[in-house]
């Protein structure tokens, strides 16, 4: 009845069942990254209701979640407004230069959050507070919503545009009627990766002294380390997270991705702007010079300003051979253990694949700054020994960045036909040689894809790496971030070019796709 | 040869509480190739994979060559059950060249290997440069005959089969399905295949068994099933047919065309009687003649090479009779249907 029914490539879904061995691992990588979670818990249920209590009920309690909630609250819709704006003048109007304003806005996505803070209070000494915080955000952060939004909307069938039309519906009409829409998912990703990445951001408000729940638990855990008003504080942070999940599923409710054409099927004629093909490109050209012009600026005024003098070449070296050296270990540990979760998540259906999805849905969101509270909470209670130790910071980055690392290598695994396997099998190959021989070969291109981002996710991360570096580490981002916090920008700009350096492949992969693909 | 090749009995194989094969019952002798059809979602291609050993049935034994490889809590894996089998698509593997793919399943020797992929390649008809080529650079055809060396490669006590053809162009099918036909006879590999084209499983095998809802309804060879099906259901699958209300006295049927000669021992009764539509003639006669087998031409559709005539004979539904397409008769035309050979009694009333 059913097997000719089923599409090829879930067949085995429905017949096989993960072995024993396959479940242990994932049962233990699915509590390892439950870690943070269960901290955050543990941890308030450990202080006690009325203690809690008392910890949040503060004025500066109230102060921080008003300003972080706030930070949310404006932002996410300027960056969608920003981003769906662009993405439609550039993919559907006649704006000038449509091809070169394409790379010119996913390129902000290169310039670190806590990077192009350093680059605004630099060019305004004075800049801090909420508005300055709203700001940079904007600015760093709205590619995530143009990117899925203009992939969409060059994919969009045309016809239903020209439907719209034919029905009677006026350009503007036949945008919100039909083109918006269709943008919905594309906006709601992007505006959840946005406010996530809010909630977890620590350089970027440090250095505008805009304090967010964040940057108060950085403070906190320096001050007192492990602190019950720290560990509260995280509570609320997690709890926001969740929440912004929630409202995100819920808003997304039963849509489906939209019917998308087959990308060169038709081409869309695009609207002209006429007299307002002038102001349009104005907004697109002040968008793109807040984003990126600004810190392109700065770091090369710096650079200028500095001469060779800032090139301290012992330390660049070093910095980079460190940063290199963990980015290549955390990016290969990451990819082997993010192997039994994509294999799940491909390969079977049921209860325990969806669960796995869940948690790693939920755990991929958590802040880093909860990640590492929870690592150093573990590590101090349970084995000290790994207390300022690599492996603890290494922990941190496989935890952080697994969903990275999974997502390549669920599509790559995805699109292996279980038939080229059961062909194998068939000419009297083992399973396992198999999988070495023919699975392993054909993912190898997505685990490196995979490997890659992860690698330079490391490269540039700074909350997790400051709190539980070993002494006498000094990545690439930490010494561009102690050299700004001493105000030494001459001397942080060399480090600043390295950071955007590093970050520029994948952005160059985020600019295909969204030259390509539907989803980010 | 008296060894059967293949042996199943008493299969049954059910996906998610949903029964897919209810007791299946097979023999296929050694040297000759048998094939399964039936429609999409029958069951078919699950014993394949059942046979293939990419499953394990709930119940029912399964001998390859003799050997039990699936009995009531043993399934010996697929790797080592000694079948060759080719998928749908062919399923090469996209990272090796079409050398390493026939040498895939192959120990020993780097030159005794390069040997014997020549050796494969030609059997499939393939020039032996072919070797160095990659998968995506052929043909749908040469990338279904690549497959078939690649599992002839291990000289496979069973070679397995699915819907080979069907992803190919209509003229590609019947010429790689009859190059494949010659190439399993002159090797002389037993041969299970299956297929929802019932031409295909009438002109390859030498065998076959109609399968409906996870059960074979016939099993025989070809002439076998398509003259004496047995149920409409499997007659309708393997052919057009002409359905007729008849009773049967001593051995021979009343019906509309008159008195037709049946197959075998019939008893007395009403019963339905299946025609095919090549066993009628019809002749244009005279609008004043009448009597039986003669009847007004409802319809006429010409198809190129032949027309087919819708006639109402009186007494039932109209029948369908397929007549050269020189002169064909008009619509309301007279014309006599006469039989050619004999009649199958069904089952079963349509």
Known sequence: ?520 | MTAHALEISGLAKEFDGQEVLHGVDLSVQSGTVTAVVGASGCGKTTLLRLVAGFETPDAGTISIAGRPVADVGRSVPAHRRDVGYVAQDGALFPHLTVGQNIAYGLNGSARSTRARVTELLETVSLDADMARRRPHQLSGGQQQRVALARALAREPALMLLDEPFSALDTGLRSSTRAAVARLLAEAGVTTLLVTHDQEEALSIADQVAVMRDGRFTRVGTPQQVYLTPGDVFTARFLGDCVLLPATITSGVADCALGRVPVRGDVADGSVTLLLRPEQLVAGAVSDGEGGTGVGTVLSSEFRGRDVLLTVDVGGGDPISVRRHGIDPPGVDAKVRVDVIGTATVLDERP
């Open chain 1, 1 to 520: 009845m059913i097997t000719d029914t089923i599409p090829a490539a879930r067949r085995p879904a429905s017949v096989e069942r993960p072995g024993p061995a396959l479940v242990g691992a994932v049962v233990v990588l699915v509590a390892a990254t439950l870690v943070p979670l269960g901290y955050v818990a543990w941890s308030v249920i450990a202080t006690g209701p009325l203690e809690v209590y008392a910890l949040v009920a503060r004025p500066r309690v109230v102060e921080l979640l008003v300003n972080t909630v706030g930070l949310v609250v404006v932002t996410v819709p300027l960056c969608v407004v920003l981003g769906v704006g662009a993405a439609w003048l550039v993919e559907r109007t006649d704006v000038p230069g449509r091809s070169l304003w394409r790379p010119l806005l996913v390129a902000p996505l290169a310039v670190p959050a806590f990077v192009n803070s350093y680059a605004w209070v630099s060019v305004v000494p004075s800049l801090h507070g909420f508005w300055a915080g709203i700001l940079v955000a904007t600015t760093s952060y709205f590619p995530f919503v143009y990117v899925p939004a203009a992939a969409t909307l060059r994919r969009l069938d045309p016809a239903m545009e020209e439907s719209a039309r034919a029905l009677g519906s006026s350009p503007a009409g036949a945008f919100w009627r039909v083109v918006l829409p269709q943008l919905r998912l594309a906006i709601l990703g992007g505006g959840l990766l946005i406010g996530v990445h809010l909630l977890a951001e620590y350089g970027a408000f440090a250095m505008l002294r805009f304090p967010t729940l964040t940057t108060a638990i950085f403070e906190q855990f320096q001050a007192t380390f492990n602190g019950a008003a720290g560990s509260t504080l995280a509570g609320v942070l997690v709890l926001l997270c969740l929440v912004l999940l929630a409202g995100e599923a819920a808003a997304r409710g039963t849509a489906r991705y939209s019917r998308i054409g087959s990308g060169a099927a038709r081409y869309l004629s695009p609207h002209r702007l006429g007299a307002k093909a002038i102001p349009a490109w104005s907004v697109l050209a002040v968008l793109v010079a807040l984003s990126l012009g600004v810190p392109a600026w700065t770091i090369l005024r710096w650079l200028w300003i500095g001469g060779t003098e800032v090139w301290d070449v012992d330390g660049i070296v070093s910095a980079t051979v460190q940063t290199a050296g963990l980015a290549a270990v955390a990016a290969t540990a990451t990819t082997v253990l993010a192997f039994p979760f994509a294999w799940v998540a491909v390969r079977y259906r049921g209860f325990f694949a969806r669960f796995v999805e869940g948690t790693n849905f939920v755990t991929s969101s958590m802040p880093g700054i909860v990640t590492a509270l929870a690592l150093v909470t573990v590590a101090i209670r349970l084995a000290p020994p790994l207390y300022q130790t690599v492996a603890l910071v290494l922990a941190a980055y496989v935890l952080l960045f697994i969903p990275r690392a999974m997502v390549n290598l669920r599509s790559g695994l995805a699109q292996i036909p279980p038939g080229i396997e059961e062909a194998s099998r068939s000419l009297g190959v083992s399973p396992t040689r198999t999988f070495v021989r023919v699975t392993l070969r054909l993912v190898a291109p997505a685990a490196a894809a995979g490997a890659s981002l992860v690698f330079v996710a490391v490269a540039t991360e700074l909350t997790a790496t400051l709190l539980l570096a070993p002494t006498g580490t000094s990545t690439l981002a930490m010494r561009f971030w102690s050299l700004s916090s001493e105000l030494d920008y001459a001397a942080a700009a060399p480090y600043a070019l390295l950071l955007v350096g590093l970050s520029v492949p994948v952005t160059l992969v985020l600019f295909r796709q969204s030259t390509r693909a539907a989803a980010l």
